[in-house]
């Protein structure tokens, strides 16, 4: 195991306490975190139109059967989100600002040889897969009313994958596996430069994203962006109501005029690089689409908090190339 930076042990101490609460004091104030509720720090910055939220998660992971490394890995993430509302901290209402810092120390189990296609540990895997430790996504986001809304920036994928029902929780919460927690299109690297725009009618919400098809994670994707093709994603979300229990049906279309499919885009599949190649080298065509239908149905919701809960979910995808 590696050394741990003591700033790490710093960080986590104070996450550890911002979610602190006690149990013999749950009477006297009932707050989520130590530094949040009536009077907080954190309640006066988002009065102020500022938001922030941190997190320590920490993995102590191994292959338990089968083939593979045996050795334990201890590692862990740090999360930091902050959201600037810009019609509180003096521009215009509607526009935000959200960025996301995010750091892995130590090591993880996604790479133990024991045959895994996917990350078995989602939140350990990126951006780690991709080859850096470290990331920063920054998204600009005008909204005009609740129905339509606008963002442009560096997108964490797995941030928007996070808030799917069922699915969501981005590894941290609910599943861990790549192949549940964030399914694998081949068509959306893992962190994309773009927009997206969001529309919310009766009974569906249209979503349009335009984004560089290759990984934003490399600096010159992001300072110079749509050089080698656009791909053009448009989706189509039903919200539905079965035996008064939530559910979500819909659609996807994608185009990308990018030249032959790079697998580096794709951090996701854990492949052996000899592998890897010899697929790369039948992708080499031009453009590709891709359409996927997908469903998430409830079977059952908490009646205190319809988020909670659990149910079925399926998919299909049809690429072409």
């Known amino acids: 195991m590696q050394n741990v930076p003591r700033s790490w042990w710093l960080f986590s101490y104070l996450l550890a306490g911002c979610s602190f609460e006690s149990a013999a004091h749950a009477a006297d104030w009932e707050r989520p975190a130590l530094l949040d509720g009536p009077g907080s720090p954190k309640q006066e910055l988002r009065q102020r139109g500022i938001v922030f939220d941190g997190w320590l998660t920490q993995f102590y992971q191994g292959v338990v059967a089968g083939d593979g490394d045996r050795e ?8 930091l989100i902050v959201t600037f509302d810009g019609g509180k901290i003096g521009f215009w209402k509607g526009l935000y600002v959200n960025v996301h810092q995010e750091w892995l120390f130590s090591e993880d189990a996604n790479n133990q040889g024991d045959g895994s296609l996917f990350p078995v540990n989602t939140a350990m895997g990126f951006p780690r897969l991709g080859g850096y430790d470290h990331d920063t996504s920054i ?6 009313g609740e129905q339509f ?11 928007i994958a996070a808030k799917t029902p069922l699915m969501g929780g981005g ?7 790549t192949a549940l927690a964030a399914p694998i299109s081949g068509v959306t690297p893992p962190y994309i430069v773009g927009g997206i725009a969001t529309l919310k009618t009766q009974p569906a919400i249209f979503t349009l994203m335009v984004y560089d098809p ?11 962006p749509f050089e080698e093709g656009t791909t053009t994603s448009l989706s189509i979300t039903v919200p539905t109501k079965v035996a008064g229990l939530t559910g979500y049906y819909g ?6 005029s990018l030249d032959g499919l790079n697998l580096d885009n794709i951090p996701q599949l854990i492949l052996p690089p000899a592998d890897g190649a010899a697929v790369e080298a039948d992708l080499n065509k031009d453009s590709y689409w891709y359409v996927s239908a997908n469903m998430q149905q409830y079977l059952y919701q908490d009646p205190n908090n319809p988020a909670l809960g659990w149910g079925a979910i399926r998919g ?3 690429f072409r190339w």
């Open 72 to 79: 334990w890995q201890y590692g862990g993430k740090g999360d």
């Open 139 to 144: 998204v600009v986001t005008q909204a005009f």
């Open 149 to 159: 809304s606008v963002s442009i920036g560096k997108f964490n994928v797995l941030d």
């Open 171 to 177: 590894g941290l919460d609910t599943f861990m596996n």
């Open 214 to 224: 290759r990984k934003a994670q490399d600096w010159d994707v992001v300072e110079h």
């Open 251 to 256: 659609v996807r279309g994608v185009y990308s």
């Open 316 to 318: 299909s995808r049809y």
